[in-house]
């Protein structure tokens, strides 16, 4: 006579007190079957947390768990209904060592981030600088990017080994109560091959606890890799916002020429910003009236002390920052001169 099962929805796996009642050794098995399937979590695709070989072997291991119990779940779901069994593979008899093994695997199984900081190595220099912060800029949120995506790796893997943590919980409980009612299942006729299940249900359940230790291990593992991409992420994002509010700089040497249809001079212009204001110097003569915009790349400044008359540059730089051209108009008695000047930006 057969007691009418109690139904579980299948999220039952994840409640740690659950019914015996009149729970059908099927019904019971199909819960294991269940549970099986989430004592690992599926390693998810990531470009930042590397996945361990071992969890996804760990991972392959409980697959070949899930496809034994289901072939159990079926032999006893035949027996219970008085079908004949169908014919079945040999049902191996060392789920105690799979279970060991695939503790062990996960045990073994490190995360490690993949984000090395000297791929995105960019100098103070080089975000200062005018003509190479758009480079270095790209740099950083490239990096910033990176550890983002690390960020919700990490938060996926976390969630996968929660989930997996909760379902060993109630995998053991399970096994718990399997073994108040081992007899039963020792005294059903339809079931002698499976004998040697509910006598090692004992050593089942402590390959499951390795299983929840190890999964619990490799939480704690990943929880430290999580901490440092938040830590590396909270420091590359403050410090780029603050760098972000300092306006890039042209301090160099502008090498080139000033022209007219007849002559060719060889210019070079070096600025330099000893205390936060700009200078020059063109071929070493010093400059008065320096005026510079960064926002608007503009640069005038005329030469002191000229006795032939004033010198003003009137320059514009271009949107790379790496040449500047315009004039400069040299006034005389007898009229005013102009000459074309074109300058390269030298490291």
């Given at each position: 006579m057969h007691k009418t099962p109690t139904r579980f929805p299948t999220s039952a796996?994840?409640?740690?007190?659950?019914?015996?009642?009149?729970?059908?050794?099927?019904?019971?098995?199909?819960?294991?079957?269940?549970?099986?399937?989430?004592?690992?979590p599926e390693v998810v695709k990531a470009d930042v947390f590397e996945s361990p070989s071992e969890l996804k072997d760990a991972y392959d291991q409980g697959k070949e768990m899930y496809d034994l119990f289901k072939e159990i779940n079926e032999?006893?779901?035949d027996a219970e209904n008085n079908r004949t069994l169908k014919a079945h593979g040999t049902i191996p008899k060392n789920l105690v060592e799979r279970l060991n093994d695939t503790a062990s695997e996960i045990q073994n199984a490190k995360f490690h981030t993949d984000v090395d900081p000297d791929d995105y190595h960019v100098s103070l220099a080089d975000f200062t600088a005018?003509?190479?912060?758009?480079?270095?800029?790209?740099?950083?949120?490239?990096?910033?990017?990176?550890?983002?995506?690390?960020?919700?790796?990490?938060?996926?893997?976390?969630?996968?080994?929660?989930?997996a943590l909760k379902a060993n919980r109630a995998m053991e409980d399970i096994i718990l109560s399997l073994q108040k009612d081992s007899d039963k299942f020792l005294a059903n006729p339809f079931l002698p091959e499976l004998n040697w299940l509910w006598w090692d249900l004992d050593k089942i359940r402590v390959g499951v606890v390795n299983i929840g230790n190890a999964l619990g291990e490799r939480k704690k593992q990943l929880d430290g890799e999580r901490k440092r991409v938040d830590t590396a992420l909270s420091n590359i994002t403050g410090n780029y916002a603050?760098?972000?509010?300092?306006?890039?700089?042209?301090?160099?040497?502008?090498?080139?020429?000033?022209?007219t249809q007849d002559n060719v001079e060889p210019l070079t212009v070096e600025l330099t910003k000893p205390n936060g204001a700009y200078q020059c110097s063109a071929n070493s003569r010093p400059c008065c009236n320096v005026q510079i915009s960064i926002p608007d790349r503009t640069v005038n400044f005329d030469l002191c002390n000229q006795p032939d008359g004033p010198v003003r540059f009137v320059l514009t730089i271009d949107a790379a920052y790496a040449r500047m051209s315009g004039r400069k108009n040299q006034h005389r008695n007898h009229g005013t001169y102009h000459y074309d000047v074109s300058l390269t930006f030298q490291h």
């Open positions: 796996v994840l409640c740690v007190s659950w019914i015996w009642g009149g729970q059908h050794m099927s019904r019971l098995l199909g819960i294991i079957l269940v549970s099986l399937f989430f004592f690992v032999m006893v779901d005018c003509d190479t912060r758009l480079w270095a800029s790209g740099k950083i949120e490239d990096y910033i990017n990176a550890l983002q995506n690390g960020k919700k790796e990490g938060d996926d893997f976390n969630d996968q080994l929660d989930h603050s760098l972000k509010t300092v306006e890039c700089s042209i301090v160099g040497k502008w090498v080139g020429k000033s022209e």
